[in-house]
């Protein structure tokens, strides 16, 4: 079925440690998207990537990076990890047209101790 | 640059009444609308999307969104509510540069 894959579902992480979140679609979107998700905030943007070999700085970027070698897999890393990055991480993509929705994967979970 | 509220962080209904959830936006161009679904433990999902054709967007699952410009308004209803539309439900603009700016989200609760 296609769609967006994150990984790992859910992680506990102490303070400090390096982590990559994973993300790849099978959709040959050209955009991806990186969103936190905080209880009475929303959703909001981490980093985006228009196209591959590209990526921007959304609303909340600082203490995490991200990389599109390939339209595919868009990774985002946290370098240290600090208690504040404790939420819940979609990735999404879109074609990038007009008003196409975007679509989303299924989340990962983390908490950072 | 743009932004949404959306008004009512929980909304509580009995089954079979009229649900309304309301969303308003700031744009300073022409918008793309949008309201999304989220069940428990899974990402969002579409539920329609306002695309300048007509005002009034009909979704998935019975819902419809009218879009009133002078109003700035997207809010969503659904005539009859059903056990399964307990979920969270986010109102989303986007300008030129795609990338979408969420409201805070409601919460359904429907009750029995």
């Known amino acids: 079925i296609a769609g967006i894959t994150q990984a790992p579902t859910s992680q506990i992480l102490a303070a400090g440690r390096r982590m990559t979140l994973r993300c790849t679609q099978d959709?040959?979107?050209?955009?991806m998207y990186w969103y936190r998700q905080d209880l009475g905030l929303g959703l909001r943007l981490i980093h985006y990537?228009?196209?591959?070999?590209?990526?921007g700085k959304g609303e909340v970027p600082d203490g995490y990076s991200v990389s599109r070698a390939n339209t595919d897999d868009f990774p985002l890393t946290l370098a240290s990890a600090v208690p504040s990055q404790t939420s819940v991480y979609f990735c999404?993509?879109?074609?990038?047209?007009?008003?196409?929705?975007?679509?989303f994967g299924n989340g990962t979970r983390l908490t950072v101790t | 640059a743009q932004s949404v509220t959306q008004l009512g962080s929980h909304v509580s209904v009995s089954e079979g009444a009229l649900v309304l959830l309301r969303c308003n936006y700031s744009s300073s161009v022409p918008p793309y609308l949008f309201w999304y679904v989220q069940y428990p433990n899974q990402g969002l999902q579409l539920l329609l999307k306002?695309?300048?054709?007509?005002?009034l967007v009909k979704g998935i699952n019975g819902f419809e969104a009218e879009f009133k410009k002078s109003e700035t308004s997207f809010h969503l209803t659904k005539p009859s509510a059903h056990m399964s539309d307990a979920a969270e439900y986010f109102c989303a603009v986007s300008s030129n540069d795609y990338k979408l700016s969420f409201g805070a989200g409601t919460t359904v609760t429907v009750r029995a």
């Open positions: 999404a993509s879109s074609p990038r047209t007009g008003n196409s929705p975007l679509h």
């Open positions: 959709m040959r979107h050209n955009a």
């Open positions: 990537s228009n196209t591959a070999g590209t990526t």
């Open positions: 306002y695309t300048s054709a007509a005002t």
